[in-house]
């Protein structure tokens, strides 16, 4: 069964550091992983999404890793802004999965100004 | 363009009613998919549809629920004789082709008295 771990759960960052965020999980057949962001009260907001044979993905200032053979997956946010602020959640689809993605508990960032 | 459309957006009734929850995917999209997020169990997966079938509905909770999805588009989500614990927020998101990227809708708030 697949297990779906982000840690630290909670994570302040001074504005202007780099964020990195983990993600691991326990069955490396997995079909893509996709990251999102929640902010209170919201829906999910996508990221960026990895497929199974990539190794990484850019969008702007976040960079997604993909090692399959570990099972993890690290978010890397360039020069953090107070606007990150927010819970970043990963989720995977595993490879027998049509549809179902398995998300972490998240990670809760705070940047301070 | 516009987004996963959700209503209500604040549902609250009573034990033992019947609640509908109504999910509009974005335009031309042809899967659809429910999860619902709780304090406890963060967010689960109920049930998925490619087109107006639903291959996987492995994800529901129990017989009380059901969904379905009609003309390839609106999909609605029915809880029968609400418990407390059915109170979450119940997400829809849905993506152009199954296993793509999801895009969330805000969420319903359902809130069992």
């Known amino acids: 069964k697949q297990e779906v771990t982000q840690i630290p759960a909670a994570l302040s960052v001074p504005e202007g550091e780099n964020l990195v965020l983990n993600c691991s999980f326990t069955?490396?057949?997995?079909?893509?992983l996709q990251w999102f962001r929640q902010d209170p009260g919201k829906g999910l907001t996508s990221l960026l999404l990895i497929q199974s044979s990539q190794r990484e993905q850019t969008s702007g200032r976040l960079n997604a890793s993909l090692d399959k053979s570990s099972g993890r997956s690290t978010l890397y946010i360039a020069a953090s802004q107070p606007g990150d602020s927010a819970t970043y959640l990963c989720a995977v689809m595993s490879g027998d999965s049509w549809g179902k993605l398995q998300f972490g508990a998240g990670t809760q960032v705070v940047v301070t100004p | 363009g516009a987004g996963v459309s959700q209503s209500p957006s604040n549902k609250v009734t009573e034990k033992g009613k019947d609640v509908e929850l109504r999910c509009d995917p974005i335009?031309?999209?042809?899967?659809l998919y429910w999860y619902r997020q709780s304090l406890g169990q963060g967010l689960e997966f109920l049930i998925y549809?490619?087109?107006?079938?639903?291959?996987?509905k492995s994800g529901l909770p129990s017989d009380r629920f059901s969904a379905e999805r009609t003309g390839g588009s609106v999909s609605t989500l029915t809880i029968q004789r609400t418990q407390q614990e059915d109170s979450a927020v119940y997400l829809c998101?849905?993506?152009?082709?199954?296993?793509?990227?999801?895009?969330f809708g805000p969420g319903t708030r359902l809130t069992v008295l």
């Open positions: 549809f490619q087109g107006n079938s639903a291959p996987d």
């Open positions: 335009s031309g999209h042809t899967a």
């Open positions: 069955d490396s057949a997995i079909y893509n």
């Open positions: 998101a849905s993506s152009l082709v199954i296993r793509d990227t999801q895009y």
